[in-house]
């Protein structure tokens, strides 16, 4: 039977924990180039049901009257604002259920301010950037009107100079920050702990490449220099670091997998004889990994009952209904 145990990503486990508040802070401090200096200043919102494939992939916190939402990520998603922009809907009605605040009254309520960021350690190595939710407007856009005159005219500016084109009455920016290692030297010089992380993401990487990812995140492990910070609480917690390890890596693999095999155009077209085949080999080895049933119908394109069939022949039971977003 699968543990139905959600897992935190490595990145959350070291920077989400009550116990791991002074890494927090040090990360906030570089992030902001700020000098708070208090770990229990710190108020941890990360809201535990809110879960990417399975596993939890971001860490929220308030200080003072900053609300940051810090999310990693291993592949590049310029659909991030649009997801935050959800995920931050959640944080403040909880805040103001939490706070009994009167949205309703004649009164403007406060609020904290968003800090939105995304941690980017992904091996295409895309460089620092601002997405912004209006990019997703304006793709709608060209993707229904390709190449439409009368659109093309609507957009045309007015003789006062005004442009004709309804702006968005939502704004979401999120900056991306790329963190592996050798990247970003003076944000990782400011957290200490993140640089040390990148080191050893970079490490697993480059040991997996010649052997088994268990044997790869051990020696990492293993290799860790004496006076880093995070070196205790990793060796402490070695089972659990070596489990969200794994899982991590299968799903950056998988991900890689499909841009390879243009899963969209699959999608789009229909499934042929190749594609079906290469869908049930990846269910399979997901399968083998001990992901979730709703995670493998997302990234493969089967059917429930295709999933589940494969499972049986796997003696595997799958679980279902996790959180996915």
Request: proline share 4%; hydrophobic share 35%; glycine share 6%.
């Amino acid at each position: 039977m699968i543990n139905t145990k959600h897992k935190d990503r490595l990145f959350c486990f070291l920077f989400g924990r009550e116990e791991n508040k002074r890494w927090t802070l040090s990360l906030y401090n570089a992030v902001n180039h700020s000098f708070h200096t208090d770990p229990d200043s710190i108020q941890i919102t990360t809201m535990e049901d809110i879960l990417y494939m399975g596993m939890k992939n971001d860490v929220s916190f308030i200080i003072t009257d900053i609300m940051s939402i810090y999310e990693q990520q291993a592949t590049y998603n310029p659909n991030m604002p649009v997801r935050e922009l959800m995920y931050a809907a959640k944080l403040y009605d909880k805040y103001i259920h939490e706070n009994k605040l009167n949205i309703y009254g004649d009164t403007l309520v406060a609020l904290p301010i968003p800090k939105l960021v995304v941690f980017y350690n992904g091996q295409d190595n895309y460089m620092d950037r601002i997405l912004e939710l209006k990019d997703a407007f304006r793709a709608g856009k060209e993707k229904q009107n390709p190449g439409d005159t009368e659109a093309e005219e609507s957009r045309k500016p007015d003789p006062d100079g005004r442009s004709k084109e309804m702006e968005p009455d939502i704004a979401v920016r999120v900056r991306m920050l790329n963190i592996n290692y050798g990247q970003n030297k003076e944000l990782m010089d400011a957290c200490k702990p993140l640089g040390e992380y990148a080191w050893l993401i970079q490490r697993i990487r480059e040991y997996s490449k010649h052997k088994d990812i268990e044997e790869a995140v051990d020696q990492a492990i293993d290799e860790l220099p004496e006076d880093f910070e995070i070196r205790p609480f990793l060796v402490g917690h070695r089972a659990e670091v070596k489990s969200m390890c794994i899982t991590e890596y299968n799903e950056e693999e998988t991900m890689l997998l499909f841009k390879e095999q243009g899963r969209e155009e699959g999608r789009e077209e229909g499934i042929g004889i190749g594609e079906q085949n290469r869908a049930n080999e990846m269910a399979e080895r997901m399968i083998r990994a001990k992901e979730p049933g709703d995670k493998i119908v997302l990234y493969t394109g089967l059917g429930k009952e295709d999933v589940n069939k494969l499972a049986g022949s796997l003696n595997t039971i799958l679980v279902w209904n996790t959180v996915v977003e």
